[in-house]
């Protein structure tokens, strides 16, 4: 037995940065370098495959302690180390009284807050018995139109403990004043009330394309609405920056985080136009971000979004305390799927864990079944434990800020803040967020960004597990929650008649006749009175704007469109569409192609109908004849297919196959190829979806 330390890299000479390449240069045997062991990102920043201290110098200790300036390590001193993150759930099941078993369950088992979304008739002002609001009720969320109904969706909720925060679109004002007339309904004091009321115009309008009133009134409303809620609740923020509908329509994480400093920018204008401080102003302000399945990026954003918020803050002249942002991060909806969708719980458990490690203070877990339609218990349940699981077992929360000090992500941090402080300079150079989101240039700009990125889908080079890769195209459909709209529709006619009773009309006309300061106040006492939110929200009146709404988008969407042409046609005519695998030769050197091409294939439900490695053309003509098939593909290895391609190509065309591929490079082989019979080939870049979109057409599935 001996005390003394071994050292076991004593011997080994440290290389340098520069004879480290030198080495890998060799390995990579006249390989260009650059184009081998860097990656460009969507953003445009450029990664390395190592990164060391000359990346990032701690000289004068750039990214501070948490708590104090630049934010970058967190927004606290302690993180979230004592009470881990919160755990925050969104609810948008049509009924309040089936949504409300479903919180009740979700509060004792873990969920910390609740975020409550209202259907597309409460954020159109409308109420859900309205003429007009016939598709709107019931749709994306609660049907939400009075305090009544407030209250029967938070039953035996204590809101003393338990914080709402409110997603109402523009009806921001109205939906406020029926969380806090349910507030004073229930004895809650104006110090123990919790929440965020989320008034969001700018977001409202990018993600639903109009406003109640125009953009200087609904900015100036959203002021009034902060100031009322600065003077009376301590625990409560007003004002949301929520980049969400801009991350969906397919925004780099740049452009996200310059959307989000142009916003808050141009919200903090407007508050302390309207007679808040800085100080004041910046304390009602909630951000929300989504987060990709991307863990580094998803860290460094978050790290990112602080440091630049706290340099603007600063420059506005917020106190260090005031600079801090309250963060939510959500689970990015456009990385989620219809196919294959439990792998989006493993798309959101690397969100949430790069939620946690970023330090934001609030995170949202999409159910895997989110993008099928209401999640079910078991689509909550997964969403839970993941939080629960992070936390309680891999102890994420113990540590504070643990990617502090690595050279990746503090550079990759810091080049994330750089390139998105030029995206913020730009909209501001062009007139701020509302002129750049009114001309179009910020739509046109995501578009760009989208295309970018669709084009990577396509070619696999982004791969979709599930969807661009390893589709099962026998999968079974997975379960969501199964919703009665009608029933739900006619209770909730039946909860508004009972609060129309009430009589609420003098406090409705006295909101209207309210001044803009006193509105809020004037909203709230309606709300008790039991005024509706269409009643409210013709009270309030201005005059509409209205724009192009923002696409969702979602990166397995154009496969996902395939395989529903390819499940309806099979569902219209019995009939799966399919390729023949003409696999030649043995198992050996068949299989990795036939592998390649069915999984290529069948990711637009394409069916792969295999076969055995042939030896003659003649019975690989007779087995394509036998399969039914119309299209085929020649599977093998290229000392093979100098062998045999062109006489199998010539049987299969003289078999009735309509269109030939071959899996692989033809190289300096293709004209002798294309001559022989074979219209096109398969390899790794190719534009699959292209390929099958156009085979798909040829088979009569979609349109050419």
């Known amino acids: 037995m001996t005390d003394q330390q071994l050292n076991f890299t004593q011997e080994f000479k440290k290389p340098t940065p520069e004879e480290w390449k030198a080495e890998v240069e060799r390995a990579l045997k006249g390989a260009p370098f650059d184009k081998k062991m860097l990656t460009r990102t969507y953003e445009g920043i450029t990664l390395r495959p190592l990164y060391t201290s000359h990346d990032w110098p701690s000289a004068g200790d750039p990214s501070g302690f948490p708590g104090a300036m630049p934010f970058t390590r967190g927004g606290t001193a302690a993180g979230s180390r004592l009470n881990d993150w919160d755990v925050r759930q969104v609810y948008s099941h049509p009924c309040p009284v089936k949504g409300n078993a479903t919180i009740l369950h979700e509060l004792n088992c873990g969920v910390r807050s609740l975020m409550l979304k209202f259907d597309q008739a409460a954020q159109a002002g409308l109420d859900g018995d309205a003429p007009g609001a016939a598709e709107l009720a019931g749709a994306g969320g609660i049907m939400l139109y009075s305090v009544d109904d407030l209250d029967r969706l938070l039953t035996d909720v204590d809101l003393r403990l338990v914080p709402i925060s409110l997603a109402a679109g523009g009806q921001s004002l109205a939906a406020a004043a029926l969380l806090a007339a349910l507030w004073r309904r229930r004895g809650v004091g104006a110090g123990d009330a919790k929440g965020a009321f989320n008034a969001d115009p700018l977001g409202a309008l990018a993600a639903g394309g109009s406003l109640p009133a125009s953009l200087a009134d609904a900015l100036a409303q959203m002021a009034a609405l902060a100031r009322y809620t600065q003077a009376t609740y301590a625990q409560v923020s007003a004002v949301g920056v929520n980049t969400t509908a801009y991350h969906d329509a397919g925004a780099t994480e740049t452009q996200d985080l310059g959307i989000l400093l142009a916003t808050a920018v141009a919200y903090l204008k407007a508050m302390t136009a309207a007679g808040l401080t800085v100080d004041q102003a910046c304390r009602q302000i909630a951000f929300t971000v989504a987060v990709p399945c991307d863990q580094f990026l998803g860290i460094a954003k978050l790290r990112a979004a602080r440091k630049l918020w706290a340099r603007v803050a600063e420059a506005c002249g917020a106190s260090e305390p005031a600079r801090a942002m309250r963060l939510t991060a959500v689970s990015a909806s456009r ?370």
């Open 335 to 704: 990385m989620m799927t219809t196919r294959d969708a439990w792998v989006n719980m493993l798309r959101t458990t690397v969100a949430c864990f790069a939620a946690a490690v970023g330090g934001a203070d609030a995170v949202v877990v999409q159910p895997f079944n989110a993008a099928l339609g209401v999640p079910d218990e078991l689509g909550l349940r997964v969403a839970r434990n993941t939080h629960i699981v992070l936390a309680e077992e891999s102890n994420i929360a113990k540590v504070i800020d643990p990617a502090g000090g690595s050279w990746y992500v503090e550079s990759r941090t810091d080049e994330l803040a750089r390139a998105a402080w030029n995206e913020f300079q730009g909209i501001e150079k062009a007139g701020g967020i509302a002129q750049v989101l009114t001309d179009g240039t910020l739509a046109a700009a995501i578009a760009k960004a989208w295309s970018e990125r669709e084009a990577g889908v396509a070619k696999r080079r982004d791969p979709v597990t599930g969807v661009s890769e390893f589709p099962n195209i026998g999968e079974a459909p997975v379960a969501t929650e199964e919703v009665d709209v009608a029933a739900a529709k006619a209770a909730a006619g039946e909860r508004l008649r009972a609060t129309r009773a009430k009589n609420a009309g003098p406090k409705v006309e006295a909101l209207a006749t309210a001044g803009a300061a006193e509105r809020p106040a004037a909203a709230v006492v309606a709300a008790e009175a039991g005024a509706t939110i269409a009643q409210m929200a013709q009270a309030l009146g201005g005059t509409p704007v209205k724009l192009t709404a923002l696409p969702q988008h979602r990166y397995g969407e154009a496969f996902e469109a395939l395989r529903a042409a390819s499940d309806a046609y099979r569902a219209r005519t019995g009939v799966q569409p399919s390729i023949f695998l003409a696999n030649l030769g043995a198992i050996a050197q068949h299989t990795a192609r036939a592998t390649f091409a069915k999984n290529l294939f069948e990711t637009a439900g394409i069916a792969a109908l295999p076969s055995e490695g042939f030896t003659d053309a003649a019975a690989c003509a007779d087995a394509f004849k036998a399969s039914g098939a119309r299209v085929a593909i020649l599977c093998s290895a290229d000392p093979i297919y100098e062998q045999m391609a062109t006489a199998v190509a010539g049987a299969l065309k003289g078999a009735g196959c309509e269109y030939l591929f071959l899996a692989g490079q033809p190289g300096d082989k293709r004209d002798l190829y294309t001559g022989a019979g074979i219209d096109d080939f398969i390899f790794m870049g190719a534009d699959v979806l292209k390929i099958t979109g156009s085979i798909l057409a040829r088979l009569g599935v979609i349109a050419r």
